[in-house]
């Protein structure tokens, strides 16, 4: 049972910066998703834990970035140039398997979620 444990959100203003943290209790790919009110969640980023491949959704291409730090099982999602659409409640997520995965029906472990809020 791989336990997570999120840092990070919350308010600020369009266009300014957030960094979420995501503590794992071992080593594993992480991802992140993101739910908006009356929203599906959906997938942002992710990243292997071998080799450190990246993924990321469009929407967040070009300002969020994702990163691990292996020696502290923890990863992380810088975020910038935020917008007010990025506003969501965000989860970290964690898979047994090496391969970076978008489903979040792929992943086997939930962080509880931290809010992000993106004021206009």
């Known amino acids: 049972q791989v336990q997570l444990v999120e840092s990070g959100g919350g308010l600020v203003q369009a266009g300014g910066s957030l960094r979420l943290s995501c503590a794992a209790s071992?080593?594993?790919?992480m991802g992140w998703f993101r739910q908006a009110p009356g929203k599906e969640r959906e997938f942002v980023a992710a990243?292997?834990?071998?080799?450190?491949?990246?993924s990321y959704a469009d929407s967040v291409k070009g300002r969020f970035t994702i990163s691990r730090d292996n020696a502290k099982n923890t990863a992380y999602l810088q975020m910038n140039s935020l917008k007010p659409e990025d506003t969501a409640v965000y989860y970290c997520?964690?898979?047994?398997?090496?391969?970076?995965?978008?489903?979040?029906?792929?992943?086997?472990?939930w962080g509880q979620g931290t809010q992000v809020t993106v004021s206009s």
């Open positions: 997520a964690a898979r047994s398997g090496s391969r970076v995965e978008l489903w979040a029906s792929e992943y086997d472990y």
């Open positions: 071992e080593r594993t790919t």
């Open positions: 990243i292997g834990w071998i080799g450190g491949s990246t």
